[in-house]
């Protein structure tokens, strides 16, 4: 608890206080009288840590101040308005007590030396008003810096060199204990902060300073930030502030970079790539299709591995690398978590290839999917063989929902054809997260091609008062350099209470929407004069739906008629619902409260199956009420999907015709399926 004294000075009223706070002499006169209206100091409010004292001779504030170290107190001087408010401090009697004095503006910084002794000091005002204030300064032993270590770096073999520390600029890297690559993936440790540690822990001062043999490669602070500035090498000193024989020296490298994660001497003996159009999504790996994986170069940029392990799994940190049995894309990992580090801000993972933009190249195409997790981003830039910096989708990409795809054509500015340089695709997240990942399906580089067409997902449905849905088209040719489409309202919706959104393509129904056949409308953003219709029927009666066409309207639903998941499912792959038997009996797709009707009666599903080696195929059953249901010509209850290609069974439902009952489609035998159709029809004729 801070104690506050206020000496108080009044030249008539109380003579007794006249005598324990003036000198017992008269105070010397200043060099310059100050004017006869000029305001006297009266008192001096000091603040100190102890709560003994008074601030008189007789009986001093005290305080203590260890040998080698300083302490600040602070003091305020009544009046406000007093024309003069400096004071002298001195030591009283004879002084060899090693302290020393600084006043900074009603701040009284007391330094003791390494060898000083307890002493009084005085301070009095210089006005002449005869105000005086003691101060006892006690003195602590002084305890010195005896060691210094530091952690998180690798340990040198060099003579006069205690640590070693290779990085790159941009980068947090810790390269100096050797590359981890497993097959074609680079990535290094992550050193965010090395640390420092003093000993003893109670060294009076632990003060550390840091010094350079060469200026400018790298700035380290004293409590293990640090940053790279350029590219070079110099001897980083750590040393003891009062103790300068007690150091570290860290020899620091610092390696040049064309971008931050590609090292400039790795872009420089790169081959340019081998191809321009990099399809990394086919059903399976080709050894044309793995050949396209050697034009890139994938880095990890966060890590917490340990320095120097080599690691062969290659779902650590980026997987799906083109081999026979993930031949889904490269798989963009991160391993930004809250305990290991990494940055919000910066990518967390990244895959370029060196590439010449060719003169009439037109736009960068670029398909990416993502996982269960919306917070992974994306974005593509070109860096050029002087470093500069062209960012083709202009920001960060994300993602609404999960899984799903981003498909974009990039336009190639004019200024970067016939350039050679980097094509680079990061990815970053925006919260900690360690497994959020974004598969890169597929990129080209390609020429001007124009817009012919708009085809729409569906042309037609049908919707009740506070539904929504989405719109979802293609321009046509698919290799179309601008394929943007704009969605809007035909002139008969325009005061329906329907909204679309135009980039998007959702639409939202209002409760109030009158039933009726409402128009919409999507447009070539290259070609206005290019559009299609969808022809909306909004009802109040029962809807029925019969085809759900695709993994979106499976599992997300039409006119919020949608199957829910009995069992296990792998979100990561596939273009529909895929179910897999995970320790389960049962994993199906499960429909409640299907009528069965004369016009409907006749239900499909088309499934595929991924082959993996080590699978085995799956089972297919279908259930109504529980019972199983053998297909249309099929000789046995199930069936047996064995194939990439969609195959397809359909199942009379006839003898249910005028019920509700619950409809199953799932395997109880095989590793996993995916089924991509379902739908009930007169017929038995497929998608």
Same mark, same amino acid.
């Given at each position: 608890?801070?104690?506050?004294?206020?000496?108080?000075?009044?030249? #008539?009223?109380?003579?007794v206080m006249?005598?324990?706070?003036?000198?017992?002499?008269?105070p010397?006169? *200043?060099?310059s009288?100050?004017p006869?209206?000029?305001?006297?100091v009266?008192?001096?409010?000091? &603040? #100190?840590?102890?709560?003994?004292? @008074?601030?008189?001779?007789?009986?001093?504030?005290?305080?203590?101040?260890?040998?080698?170290?300083?302490i600040?107190?602070p003091?305020?001087?009544?009046p406000?308005?007093?024309a003069?408010k400096?004071f002298?401090?001195?030591?009283e009697?004879?002084?060899?007590?090693?302290?020393?004095?600084?006043?900074?503006d009603?701040?009284?910084?007391?330094s003791v030396?390494?060898e000083?002794t307890?002493?009084l000091?005085?301070?009095?005002?210089?006005?002449?008003?005869?105000?005086?204030?003691?101060?006892?300064?006690?003195?602590?032993?002084?305890?010195?810096?005896?060691d210094?270590?530091?952690?998180?770096?690798?340990?040198s073999?060099?003579e006069?060199?205690?640590?070693?520390?290779?990085t790159?600029?941009?980068?947090?890297?810790?390269?100096?204990g050797?590359?981890?690559?497993?097959?074609?993936?680079?990535?290094?440790?992550?050193?965010q902060?090395?640390?420092?540690t003093?000993?003893?822990?109670d060294?009076?001062?632990?003060?550390?300073?840091?010094?350079?043999?060469?200026?400018?490669?790298?700035?380290?602070?004293?409590?293990g930030?640090w940053?790279?500035?350029k590219?070079?090498?110099?001897?980083?000193?750590?040393?003891?502030?009062?103790?300068?024989d007690?150091?570290?020296?860290?020899?620091?490298?610092?390696k040049?970079?064309?971008?931050?994660?590609?090292?400039? @001497?790795?872009?420089?003996?790169?081959?340019?790539a081998?191809?321009?159009?990099?399809?990394?999504?086919?059903?399976?790996?080709?050894?044309?299709?793995?050949?396209?994986?050697?034009?890139?170069?994938?880095?990890?940029?966060?890590?917490?591995?340990?320095?120097?392990?080599?690691?062969?799994?290659?779902?650590?940190k980026?997987?799906?690398?083109?081999?026979g049995?993930?031949?889904?894309?490269?798989?963009l990992?991160?391993?930004?978590?809250?305990?290991?580090g990494?940055?919000?801000?910066?990518?967390?993972?990244m895959?370029?290839?060196?590439?010449?933009?060719?003169?009439?190249?037109?736009?960068?195409?670029?398909?990416?999917?993502?996982?269960?997790k919306?917070?992974?981003?994306?974005r593509?830039?070109?860096?050029?063989?002087?470093?500069?910096?062209?960012?083709l989708?202009?920001d960060?990409?994300?993602?609404?929902?999960?899984?799903?795809e981003?498909?974009?054509?990039?336009?190639?500015?004019?200024e970067?054809?016939?350039k050679?340089?980097?094509?680079?695709?990061?990815?970053?997240?925006?919260?900690?997260?360690?497994?959020?990942?974004?598969?890169?399906?597929?990129m080209?580089?390609?020429?001007?091609v124009?817009? *012919?067409g708009?085809?729409?997902?569906?042309?037609?449905g049908?919707?009740?008062?506070?539904?929504?849905?989405?719109?979802?088209?293609?321009? #046509?040719?698919?290799?179309?350099t601008?394929?943007?489409?704009?969605?809007?309202?035909?002139?008969?919706?325009?005061?329906?209470?329907i909204?679309?959104?135009?980039?998007?393509?959702?639409?939202?129904?209002?409760e109030?929407?009158?039933?009726?056949?409402? @128009?919409?409308v999507?447009?070539?953003?290259?070609?206005?004069?290019?559009?299609?219709?969808?022809t909306?029927?909004?009802?109040?009666e029962?809807?029925e739906?019969?085809?759900?066409d695709?993994?979106?309207?499976?599992?997300?639903?039409v006119?919020?008629?949608?199957?829910?998941?009995?069992?296990?499912?792998d979100?990561?792959?596939?273009?529909?619902?895929d179910?897999?038997i995970?320790?389960?009996e049962w &994993?199906?797709?499960v429909?409640?409260?299907?009528k069965?009707?004369? #016009?409907?009666?006749?239900?499909?599903?088309?499934?595929?199956v991924?082959?993996?080696?080590?699978?085995t195929?799956?089972?297919?059953?279908?259930k109504?009420?529980?019972?199983?249901?053998?297909?249309?010509?099929?000789?046995?209850?199930?069936?047996?999907?064995d194939?990439?290609?969609?195959?397809?069974?359909?199942y009379?439902?006839?003898?249910?015709?005028?019920?509700t009952?619950?409809v199953?489609?799932?395997?109880?035998?095989g590793?996993?399926?995916?089924?991509?159709?379902?739908?009930?029809?007169?017929?038995s004729?497929?998608?």
């Amino acid at each position: 608890m801070k104690k506050f004294l206020a000496l108080l000075v009044m030249c #008539t009223v109380f003579a007794v206080m006249l005598t324990a706070c003036k000198n017992d002499k008269e105070p010397a006169k *200043t060099s310059s009288n100050p004017p006869a209206d000029a305001v006297p100091v009266e008192s001096i409010i000091v &603040s #100190t840590d102890d709560e003994n004292g @008074e601030g008189t001779k007789e009986n001093p504030y005290a305080v203590t101040v260890a040998q080698g170290t300083s302490i600040e107190i602070p003091y305020a001087v009544q009046p406000k308005n007093a024309a003069d408010k400096s004071f002298q401090w001195s030591v009283e009697g004879t002084d060899g007590s090693g302290i020393s004095f600084e006043d900074n503006d009603s701040k009284l910084v007391i330094s003791v030396a390494k060898e000083g002794t307890a002493a009084l000091v005085k301070g009095t005002a210089k006005d002449g008003s005869g105000v005086d204030v003691y101060i006892q300064v006690n003195v602590g032993a002084y305890n010195p810096v005896t060691d210094l270590t530091a952690s998180g770096l690798m340990e040198s073999n060099e003579e006069g060199v205690d640590y070693v520390l290779v990085t790159a600029l941009g980068t947090k890297w810790d390269m100096s204990g050797g590359l981890q690559a497993p097959k074609n993936l680079i990535y290094y440790p992550n050193l965010q902060n090395m640390g420092f540690t003093v000993e003893p822990a109670d060294a009076t001062n632990p003060a550390l300073l840091v010094s350079y043999s060469n200026e400018g490669v790298i700035r380290v602070e004293s409590n293990g930030t640090w940053t790279a500035l350029k590219a070079g090498e110099t001897i980083v000193t750590v040393s003891s502030y009062t103790e300068p024989d007690v150091a570290i020296k860290i020899k620091a490298v610092v390696k040049d970079t064309l971008y931050a994660g590609i090292l400039l @001497e790795d872009y420089q003996n790169a081959p340019l790539a081998a191809n321009s159009n990099w399809d990394l999504d086919a059903n399976h790996a080709t050894e044309k299709q793995l050949s396209r994986y050697g034009d890139w170069h994938l880095v990890m940029m966060h890590s917490n591995s340990v320095r120097g392990e080599e690691s062969s799994d290659n779902n650590q940190k980026i997987f799906y690398m083109g081999s026979g049995d993930r031949p889904y894309g490269v798989c963009l990992e991160n391993n930004v978590g809250a305990e290991s580090g990494g940055s919000l801000i910066e990518a967390a993972s990244m895959m370029w290839a060196k590439v010449s933009i060719p003169e009439g190249g037109v736009t960068f195409n670029i398909k990416v999917g993502n996982n269960d997790k919306v917070h992974g981003q994306y974005r593509v830039l070109f860096v050029e063989n002087d470093g500069k910096i062209t960012v083709l989708t202009n920001d960060w990409v994300g993602f609404a929902t999960g899984p799903s795809e981003s498909v974009q054509k990039l336009p190639l500015p004019a200024e970067i054809k016939g350039k050679t340089g980097a094509v680079v695709v990061e990815h970053r997240v925006t919260e900690y997260d360690n497994n959020a990942e974004l598969q890169i399906k597929a990129m080209s580089i390609e020429g001007q091609v124009d817009v *012919t067409g708009i085809t729409l997902e569906k042309a037609v449905g049908e919707y009740r008062p506070g539904q929504s849905f989405f719109l979802k088209g293609a321009v #046509t040719p698919e290799n179309a350099t601008d394929d943007g489409i704009t969605y809007d309202l035909g002139k008969d919706a325009q005061e329906s209470g329907i909204t679309v959104d135009a980039h998007t393509g959702e639409v939202k129904i209002d409760e109030k929407t009158a039933p009726g056949i409402y @128009e919409l409308v999507a447009v070539s953003d290259a070609n206005k004069s290019i559009t299609a219709s969808y022809t909306l029927t909004v009802t109040t009666e029962e809807i029925e739906i019969n085809v759900w066409d695709g993994k979106s309207e499976i599992l997300n639903g039409v006119s919020d008629v949608k199957w829910v998941i009995d069992g296990s499912t792998d979100d990561g792959v596939g273009e529909g619902a895929d179910l897999k038997i995970d320790g389960n009996e049962w &994993s199906a797709l499960v429909l409640e409260g299907r009528k069965i009707k004369e #016009t409907s009666c006749i239900l499909t599903f088309g499934a595929r199956v991924f082959h993996r080696d080590g699978e085995t195929y799956p089972h297919f059953y279908v259930k109504i009420n529980g019972q199983v249901v053998s297909g249309i010509d099929q000789k046995q209850d199930y069936f047996y999907v064995d194939t990439d290609e969609t195959q397809y069974c359909s199942y009379d439902l006839s003898e249910w015709i005028g019920e509700t009952v619950k409809v199953e489609i799932g395997i109880t035998q095989g590793t996993h399926a995916v089924v991509q159709y379902i739908s009930f029809k007169e017929t038995s004729t497929a998608a």
